[in-house]
């Protein structure tokens, strides 16, 4: 795993990056919301990269921050110098922070990007550093802790004064899939509740579209009650 508090990781991971953008014709590059991978279980040894990079910070939480702040302002600005039209863009975990942490955060109770990933990915939409973010809203309309239409509305107030699109993604993934806490899934295929995401998807002025995820998911058993709704539904 790449340590981003160290320098020399962040200037190779955008190394990388100028290599394939300048290199090949392609339309984008995208990360996905890996950015400090912890749990309780697993934490991350970077006390001695702490130790050597982190003075003048008030925790390791500001300092992971910051750490990825840099790495995305050196990967947005580098793409831009090298092709200008290749788009940028994150898909973060959906709860940017909780609004009892926060109130400016969403009414929630989920894993929270800012506070576990320590991404602030609200600020760089708000900076101007992503053509587009993809927040991953893979709850359904009845998931107390992150529901989707809350989640949904809040990334939309937050692009709305920006230039930063927004495209959600959904759980196609869990279509079909049996749970307790979220039983919408297997409900008529799970195509009730995708058609509630998509009707909000797209009343919407500030979302501009949807990514399922994730592409295999079209062809498993369990989703294709759910894939024939969404061809009826998009003429394919």
Do not use: C
Request: proline share 6%.
């Amino acid at each position: 795993m790449l340590d981003p508090g160290i320098p020399e990781a962040r200037d190779w991971i955008t190394s990388i990056v100028a290599e394939v953008v300048a290199r090949y014709p392609i339309d984008g590059v995208q990360f996905d919301d890996y950015f400090y991978a912890e749990s309780a279980g697993s934490l991350l040894n970077d006390n001695q990269t702490f130790s050597r990079y982190g003075q003048g910070f008030a925790s390791k939480a500001d300092w992971r921050r910051h750490n990825t702040q840099q790495l995305i302002e050196q990967v947005s600005r580098t793409i831009k110098q090298l092709k200008p039209d290749v788009e940028f863009g994150v898909s973060p975990a959906g709860v940017w922070r909780n609004l009892s942490h926060d109130p400016a955060g969403s009414d929630t109770r989920g894993a929270a990007a800012y506070d576990e990933a320590f991404a602030d990915t609200r600020r760089w939409v708000q900076q101007g550093l992503l053509d587009y973010i993809a927040p991953q809203l893979y709850w359904p309309f009845s998931r107390q802790a992150a529901r989707y239409d809350v989640l949904a509305n809040w990334w939309a107030e937050v692009v709305k004064p920006t230039k930063t699109r927004l495209y959600i993604g959904l759980a196609l993934y869990k279509v079909g899939e049996p749970s307790k806490v979220e039983p919408d899934w297997t409900q008529q295929g799970g195509v009730p509740e995708l058609k509630k995401q998509l009707d909000l998807n797209e009343s919407n002025p500030n979302i501009d579209g949807t990514i399922l995820f994730r592409e295999n998911y079209l062809n498993q058993p369990q989703t294709q009650q759910a894939v024939s709704y969404l061809k009826s539904r998009w003429g394919g």
